[in-house]
Structures are given as structure tokens and as C-alpha cells.
């Protein structure tokens, strides 16, 4: 049968996944292997080495920097607190006295008899990693952190901004195709995941914001809204540090979008209940999509399967078209042509055919396609 | 094995999706690329080992052209008339490629001087630290902990000068200890090409706590710039250390013939070599989804600068941001609300892979890669400039003529010829579309000869001429370069419908044919003789390359495209009001047979 290969986002209503938590640097891990872990739980800590401050000794003394070592008052290795003197000279009259403040408090760690400067670094900053999704620790990677395992429903979004976090799921809207307006979220929502339908605009995510609630999950945004939140406009597709007060995840795109009914349907069936929301992206080689994970057995499902995904199309697969003219549409696959067809812009490219909700059947390169969970 | 015995020549490019082999064949006294296969890059999990990527690519190539050339996972060298190559050569811009961070004294000349060795050198360059860079001295210590680059080129003030300002970034750098960024077990390569009097200081700072290599001073004298001791020995470190910890490549670097060369280093190396045996000013440019490579040389200087975050896919959304929103309009014969343009150019973003379906479409990708390329330029201008902080000498009559050291070296009345690869110039559904989108972008002046890399072929021969320059010439000029046509803009400005230009391009076998141009109008002449003398008399006012008013004698070469006379003018601006810009550029775009009517 003919098929084609087509990479799709993941929408699974329960899945084992495995999450590498890992230390940027070596540090201590708080895990065993087999030990069961809350998302919150700290699995692995590790000291980031403090800031480092130069100051230049010599151009605050006015000396010669191969003179600095006799006008020190601390040496390498010494402590520090903020403000207590670090050099000062010792002039005839006291009058002339100048000392040399520490601006931070630490430990000096070099002293240059070449450029003058005196290196201080503060203290290390303590850096926990925590487990974000609830499951069992199953590998030890040692000095770094873990693996966690966890049985769940899985979906993946398209685009989001801000980082991981953890709440109740709420579905504030009654259909995909509703847009999530600043009414619909109400102190209810307070440290909860919100998710709307085809839309959120920017007075519905400042709501959200001011409610605290800790995720918006929908299916389009307005680039120009982004920009209004950020401040800025995202040139590269590699987020999740963004602070701007709660996570987001765009399932569909930017525009009005409705939300797949699947993936609605899903997140409606785990009302309620503990999820992890990531919205970190990166849309590079080793692409990451942001996500939402909900530990444990949606309702109607008593077997976990592994990632089921296949990878490729074939008639009578549902698709979603993601590129003008027929941006959002969904329809079937009817063929798939083998050979190359010249389509309106006058390119060549291999396209499919598909069928239409009315019957109607358009032709569409197989680039500008989305497979969707049936 | 003598060079002259090459006949059967394979050679591939690793890049970071797709891995593509390219088949030489000695037909007669001439080179051909004969066959040419690709396979998805095998870098990343689950295969990590790029040499399955590499055999995928070659076992297509085995197929197309009936030819064994692998025995298992090992290539049959020499060939014997119908199996095996005689050589195996290689380039990579695989896992990201070479990324490095340099420091230098000061940042408008060491600083700059080591930018350009690094760029020269293929490498991609995170930042530039300078003393005088405008950031507070811990902001670039943390900086340099934050970046985890492959290497690191250190370099800063003449012989013999002072050494206060590079001991000082050596201190930042020792007190940041920086990781490199793959292996974790390895000290991070740093390259010392400053001031020879420093070199016992930084060993003393740098020597244990990092790979520290020394080298000659890379601006040796305020008025010398000596870059290829430092690139020669960036070179040797990318392939030593950071191909050795990219999955696969100390397997690659036993198969191949000759040494790996970074991606880019060896599109520059075949524009030097197509630019020395012409004698030719020429600007290349290779824009992806993510970055943009440009490569010029302008009176024998070689000059490289990648501009990370340009491209057509991964990074539209930045050149939408850099550039402006109404900077993208400006090139649209039609009308588009911004929020729409606003989302579908995040789209492209979030979806990459897409392609245009229809016509509209097509024309806002070919707006915004105008762009992409005018801010690479733009970013490329101001580095291929001549060494800032030289004395000049003045006379008197100078005086009044006030010109500042580091002027770019970029003329575009002086270039000769422009080569575009990339998806966007190199697949365009009509070589008109590549032509024009290089002629907006880069507003070339008098007579410039255009062509572009149809199947990115010039990393493969750029190493191939490593071995065998004939070999790697002949496949560029017979099967690479698609000749487009050539340019002929007057520079100047003038009345709309005034005559401007009088032309005849007569070809070796004496057929003529001529005209007029007058301003504000674009004409298309198809002309596909590969060699022909341009006559052109421009009016007082408008300067061809020989001065205002003088006549200009020059070679040209037709092409797929043929001649294109732009009359529009330079400085070239489009029309501020909308309605008035779009029929121009309706009246222009039909002139060039751009796009279906």
C-alpha cells in the first residue's frame, strides 16, 4: 500500500515515558534506582560555583600593579563579607587613606601581579533538580541525576513558551473550537492548568497570569499578542526560560485555530487531575516540542501502550493541512500520487490527495501535512 | 598515488539533516559529476555514527551509476575500471558545526582580526570578548561560563606591545574555566595568537587548566594581519579534538583521502580558487533554513561571515524581526494584513518543512529572503573591511577628503560575480525569481555576471581541490554553476522615462543585438550565449564603472535567465507610497516574467 513518511506531534492517551533529569554538572544524586518520586521531589543537587567579580586593585590605589600584594589585606583563599576592605594603602597622612571595598561577599580566589585585578567569587548557588513527572527512578546516571519512568497520557503541543510546572488540569471552555476568554478563568483556576479552545488572546493570558494560574493550554495565538506579552519578538524557536508568569502551550499554531478534537477530548478526560507542563521548545536538529503529561490511566483505558506512532501515511488516514490556502483544514487521505506534480506556485513536489468533510477533493504537497490521532 | 592518476573521484558533505555524495568521473581531459545520491545524516540517536549516513549516501550512488564502490563498510580504492574510486574525500557541518568564542584586545582591530581568522576558518563565532566591548568585566566572565564552545581563540595586542589587556582575558578565562561542549573529559582547546611577549604569562594562567596551543600572532603589527598560522591551527584542533567526539568521525576521518574540512572553509576555498583563476571580484552565498554563509574576495582578500540567525525556515521569524515587518511588505506586489503575514511567518517557523502552495505564498518567502540576505550582506560589509587603527598618511589636499581607516573592501560596482545556493535561490520554480531576489538584495552596479550552485556542489569540490584543483574547476564551471545571465544597473538617479543608457552585446560569431534603457524601467532579454562584448553608453549622470557619462566595454555571459537591465536607479528606493510601490513592482515583476500572470 502506498504510504509516506510524515513526522507528527504526539497526542497518546497513555504511554510509558522515560525523563533523563540531569545536572548541567557533576553534583550529588538524591535517587535510587526503584524509589518512587513525586513531580516535586529533588532528585539530584549540585553547587554552582558563584559569580566572579574582578576588581582592579591597582587602578583604584593608583599603584603600580607589582605592588598590589604589599597593600592587601586579604589574600588568596580568604573570605569576604560585602563592604569589608579588601586593599587599601598607607599614605603618611591618614587623611590620603584610600581603601579598596569588597562589592560582594565570598572568597578572593586570584590576586594579579601583571593587570592589578583581584578576582572575588561569591558563594556557590545551590541548584536542586527536581523530578517533574510523578513515576519510578529506573536508571542512575552517576553524579548527574536519573531516569524517571511514568505511565501516562502523553501530548504534545506545537510551540510554547516558559518552563516546567505542575498543576490540576482545568478545561475552561465547553468546545475546541471556543475561544478562552478573560471570563473564563476565575480564582478557581489558581495554581491550575487552564485549557481553552481554538484561541487565548492577550487579555485572557494576562488574566491567567494575574490569577496565577500555573499553565494556558490552547489551540492558537496571535504572534502579535506573543510579542505584547514577551516584549520582544521571538526570532528562533528555542524557548522555556521566558518568565512572564505562567507556562503556555500553543497546541495547533499561531492564529485562531480550533484545538484537535482528539487532543481535546483527551484533556477533557483527565479533568481534574495532577498533570506536568513544559513549555519548552526547540526547533532545531533534535527538535523538542512543549508538553503535558498526566501520570496514570485515563478512564476508558486499561492497557499502556508504548509510542505507537508509525511514522508514515496511508489513504484513509485523518490529516490536518498546515500551510495556505487551506491552513486548519482537516480532511482523509485519499492517494498518495508517487510522482511529482507541479502545484500553484509553480514548484514540483510530491503531493497527496485528500478528501474533504462535503466530498470535495484537493491536492496538497505532502510537506504541508499533519497526521492526526484517530 | 600521483595526482594524475585521479579517474574515479567520491566525495561527500556531511550536513546537519542530509549527507550528500557526489560521483567525479575523468571523461577525455575533463572532469564530469556524473552521479549523486543523499541519505538523512545518521549523527544523532538512534545511529549516532555518521559514516552509516555516509555508505547510505554512496550505496545510492552504487545504484545510480552501476559502479561498486563499497566493499562492505570499506570504500574499494583504486579503481579498476568498474569498481572502486581512487579517492575518498570529505567535508562535515554536522552536530552544529564549529562553534568557537574569541577574544581580543581591543575589540575593532585584535578583536575583529580574530573574528575574521575564525570565520575564515569555518567556524561559527558564538561571541567576541574585547577589553573595550562595552561590558562590565564580570558580565563577560559570566558570559564565557555560559557559552560552551569547541575551542576558543585568544588573541590581543602587537609583538612586543603591551600584555596588560590579553593577561587580563586570560585571568576572565581562567576564572570562568569554561567546558567545551561535547565530552565533558576533555579540557577545552584554547588558542593563544597574541602579543608573543605575553606567551609566558598566559602558559602560567592557561597551561593546566585548559588545552592551550600557541601559535603566531594573528596581528603581528597594527598594519599586518597574519591569519593562517592561527586558522591552520584551528583547523587541526577541529579535526584532533572535536571531530574525535562527534559520533562516528574518527571512523570517517580513516576512510577518507584527505583531511575533513569544515563545510564552509570549503565553499571558501572553491570561491578563492574560482575568483583567482578569473581574476574576478566575487560575493557567494549560501542561505539555509537556519544561517547564512556569504564568502567574497575583493582584490585577492578572502573574507567569510555567517549570519547564524538569517535563514528560510528555522530562523524566518528573526529575519522578520531584524529586518522589520514593513521592510518584508515592501517587496509585496499585494496587499496582506500584518497580523496575518505577522502568523503565517511563525508558522513557517513552528513548521519548517513546509513549502509555499501557492503563488502568494511563494512571494512572501522570496520577500523575506530579499531581506535575509540584504541584513547577511549588510553584517558581511561590515567585516570585510580593511584594518582599522593603521596610520594614514594625509597630505593637505586630503584634507577635505576625510576617510577613515577599516573602510569595507565590499564594492558592488567592483564585483564581478555573485553565486547564490541555498533552497531558496537554487529551487526557485523560475531562475527569474533567483536572479532578481540576488539583485534586490545586493543592488548590484554596472555589469555583474550572476549564477547559482544548483545542487550546493561547492563544499564537495572545495575539498576535492585540496587534491586536484583541475578536477575540482572543471566540475564547477561544466556542472555546478547554472549561469544566469548577467546585471547591467547604471548607478545613478534620474527622471521616470528618462533615456539613461544606450547598449550592444555582440557575441563571438558577430550577431548583435541593442537598445535603450530608460529609468524607472526593468527589462529581461533573454541571451544564452556563454560569452559576449557588452558596448553600454550611459547619459551624463549615471556611471557604468567607468565614470559619469563614459562609455563601458565589457565581457558578459548570458544564461538561463539571460541579460536583466535594471533602470531603477542607485541608491535603488522603492516608492513610499503603497499603492504606487505595488504597481512598480507589478510593472517590474511582469517586465522579468517573475511570476504566472
Not at chain 1, 488574566?207 to 528562533?236: E, F, N, P, T, W
Not at chain 2, 586536484?468 to 548607478?491: I, N, W
Not at chain 2, 547619459?539 to 535567465?561: L, P, Q, T
Request: aromatic share 6%; with cysteine.
Amino acid at each position: 500500500m502506498a504510504h509516506a513518511y510524515t513526522p507528527g506531534l504526539k497526542v497518546m492517551p497513555c504511554t510509558v515515558l522515560r525523563k533523563k533529569r540531569l545536572l548541567p554538572i557533576p553534583g550529588k544524586v538524591l535517587a535510587s534506582v526503584g524509589d518512587e518520586v513525586g513531580s516535586t521531589d529533588v532528585v539530584a543537587r549540585t553547587e554552582l560555583p558563584g559569580k566572579v567579580f574582578p576588581v582592579n586593585v591597582a587602578n583604584r590605589l593608583s599603584v603600580a600593579p607589582g605592588e598590589i600584594k604589599n597593600f592587601m589585606l586579604k589574600k588568596e583563599g580568604d573570605e569576604i563579607k560585602a563592604g569589608e576592605v579588601l586593599a587599601e594603602n598607607k599614605p603618611f597622612i591618614k587623611w590620603f587613606k584610600t581603601s579598596v571595598e569588597s562589592p560582594v561577599a565570598g572568597t578572593v580566589e586570584s590576586v594579579s601581579d601583571v593587570t592589578g585585578q583581584v578576582m572575588l567569587r561569591e558563594p556557590p548557588k545551590v541548584l536542586p533538580i527536581q523530578a517533574y513527572v510523578k513515576g519510578r527512578v529506573v536508571e542512575v546516571v552517576p553524579d548527574f541525576g536519573v531516569t524517571v519512568e511514568s505511565e501516562g497520557t502523553f501530548i504534545q503541543g506545537i510551540f510554547g513558551i516558559g518552563g516546567e510546572t505542575n498543576g490540576e488540569i482545568a478545561v475552561a471552555v465547553s468546545s475546541p473550537d471556543e475561544e478562552l476568554v478573560e471570563e473564563d478563568i476565575t480564582e478557581h483556576h489558581r495554581g491550575k492548568i487552564v485549557v481553552g479552545g481554538k484561541h487565548a488572546g492577550l487579555g485572557a493570558i494576562k488574566r491567567a497570569v494575574s490569577m496565577g494560574v500555573k499553565a494556558v493550554v490552547v489551540g492558537g495565538i496571535h504572534d502579535r499578542d506573543l510579542r505584547q506579552l514577551l516584549g520582544y519578538d521571538i526570532g528562533v524557536a528555542v524557548t522555556g526560560t521566558e518568565q512572564i508568569g505562567t507556562t503556555l502551550v500553543v497546541t495547533e499554531g499561531f492564529g485562531m485555530i480550533p484545538m484537535a478534537e482528539y487532543t481535546f477530548r483527551l484533556l477533557s478526560s483527565r479533568n481534574g487531575e495532577k498533570a506536568s507542563v513544559s513549555g519548552a521548545t526547540q526547533i532545531r536538529a533534535g527538535v523538542m516540542r512543549p508538553e503535558i503529561i498526566v501520570p496514570g490511566y485515563p478512564k476508558n483505558v486499561s492497557e499502556c501502550k508504548k509510542d505507537q506512532g508509525r511514522g508514515w501515511i496511508e489513504p484513509g488516514d485523518p490529516i490536518r493541512i498546515i500551510r495556505e490556502p487551506h491552513f486548519g483544514v482537516i480532511g482523509t487521505v485519499k492517494s498518495l500520487p508517487p510522482e511529482l506534480t507541479v502545484i500553484g506556485s509553480e514548484s514540483h513536489a510530491r503531493v497527496l490527495e485528500v478528501a474533504l468533510q462535503g466530498g470535495e477533493v484537493i491536492v496538497v504537497p505532502r510537506a504541508n501535512i499533519e497526521v492526526l490521532e484517530k | 598515488m600521483s595526482k594524475k592518476d585521479l579517474e574515479i573521484i567520491i566525495a561527500t558533505d556531511c550536513g546537519s539533516t542530509t549527507t550528500k555524495a557526489i560521483l567525479i568521473e575523468k571523461k577525455g581531459d575533463t572532469y564530469r559529476q556524473t552521479f549523486r545520491g543523499e541519505a538523512p545524516t545518521t549523527v544523532e540517536a538512534p545511529f549516532e555514527d555518521v559514516t552509516k549516513g555516509v555508505l547510505n549516501a554512496i550505496t545510492e550512488v552504487e545504484e545510480l551509476s552501476g559502479r561498486k564502490i563499497l566493499d562492505g563498510e570499506r570504500i574499494i580504492t583504486p579503481n579498476d575500471g568498474k569498481t572502486g574510486v581512487d579517492i575518498y574525500v570529505s567535508t562535515s557541518s554536522a552536530g552544529g558545526g564549529l562553534q568557537m568564542m574569541v577574544a581580543g584586545a581591543v575589540k575593532a582591530m585584535t578583536g575583529e582580526s580574530a573574528q575574521r581568522c575564525a570565520l575564515g576558518a569555518g567556524a561559527i563565532v558564538m561571541d567576541v570578548l574585547a577589553s573595550n566591548d562595552g561590558r562590565a568585566d564580570h558580565e563577560k566572565i559570566e558570559r564565557i561560563r555560559q557559552l560552551r564552545p569547541d575551542m576558543m581563540l585568544l588573541s590581543g595586542g602587537t609583538d612586543g606591545g603591551t600584555v596588560t589587556h590579553v593577561v587580563e582575558l586570560a585571568q576572565f578565562l581562567k576564572a570562568a574555566d569554561p567546558k567545551p561542549r561535547l565530552g565533558a573529559s576533555y579540557k577545552l582547546p584554547v588558542i593563544y595568537a597574541g602579543n608573543n611577549k605575553a606567551r609566558p604569562q598566559i602558559t602560567e594562567i592557561l597551561g593546566d587548566r585548559t588545552a592551550l596551543i600557541v601559535t603566531e600572532n594573528l596581528r603581528p603589527s597594527l598594519e599586518r594581519e597574519n591569519l593562517m598560522p592561527a586558522r591552520h591551527k584551528i583547523h587541526d584542533i577541529f579535526l584532533e579534538h572535536v571531530m574525535q567526539q562527534a559520533p562516528g568521525y574518527p571512523k570517517l576521518m580513516k576512510m577518507v583521502g584527505a583531511p575533513i574540512m569544515p563545510t564552509p572553509a570549503a565553499v571558501g576555498s572553491m570561491t578563492e580558487k574560482f575568483a583567482k583563476a578569473n581574476n574576478f571580484n566575487v560575493l557567494a552565498v549560501d542561505i539555509g533554513g537556519a544561517t547564512t554563509d556569504v564568502f567574497s574576495v575583493f582584490g585577492e582578500v578572502f573574507n567569510r561571515t555567517v549570519s547564524a540567525n538569517l535563514g528560510m525556515s528555522y530562523s524566518i521569524s528573526n529575519v522578520m524581526a531584524e529586518a522589520g515587518l514593513a521592510n518584508i511588505l515592501r517587496w509585496l506586489p499585494f496587499d496582506i494584513e500584518e497580523q496575518d503575514l505577522r502568523n503565517r511567518l511563525k508558522n513557517k517557523m513552528i513548521r519548517p518543512t513546509t513549502i509555499p502552495q501557492t503563488i502568494e505564498d511563494l512571494q512572501i518567502e522570496h520577500a523575506v529572503s530579499r531581506e535575509a540576505l540584504r541584513l547577511a550582506f549588510d553584517q558581511h560589509k561590515a567585516l570585510a573591511v580593511g584594518l582599522k587603527g593603521v596610520q594614514q598618511e594625509r597630505s593637505i589636499s586630503d584634507a577635505f577628503e576625510q576617510t577613515a581607516s577599516g573602510q569595507s573592501l565590499i564594492s558592488v560596482m567592483k564585483l564581478d560575480y555573485v553565486i547564490g545556493s541555498g533552497g531558496i535561490l537554487a529551487h526557485s520554480p523560475r531562475r527569474t525569481q533567483s536572479m532578481l531576489m540576488m539583485i534586490d538584495a545586493y543592488q548590484p552596479e554596472g555589469v555583474t555576471r550572476m549564477a547559482v550552485d544548483s545542487i550546493f556542489m561547492m563544499p564537495h569540490l572545495g575539498v576535492l581541490a585540496q587534491i586536484s584543483e583541475k578536477a575540482a574547476l572543471d566540475v564547477f564551471y561544466h556542472d555546478c554553476l547554472v549561469r544566469l545571465g548577467t546585471c547591467l544597473a547604471p548607478k545613478g538617479l534620474g527622471k521616470e522615462g528618462e533615456k539613461i543608457m544606450d547598449w550592444e552585446v555582440t557575441t563571438p560569431d558577430g550577431r548583435k543585438q541593442g537598445g535603450e534603457l530608460r529609468f524607472g524601467e526593468m527589462q529581461h532579454i533573454p541571451f544564452d550565449a556563454p560569452k559576449a562584448k557588452l558596448s553600454a553608453r550611459p547619459v551624463k549622470g549615471f556611471d557604468m564603472g567607468s565614470g559619469s557619462g563614459n562609455r563601458v566595454e565589457a565581457e558578459i555571459e548570458g544564461g538561463v535567465v539571460g541579460l536583466v537591465l535594471d533602470g531603477r536607479g542607485r541608491p535603488f528606493s522603492l516608492a513610499k507610497d503603497a499603492s504606487r510601490r505595488r504597481a512598480d513592482l507589478n510593472k517590474w515583476y511582469k517586465a522579468m516574467g517573475m511570476y504566472p500572470v
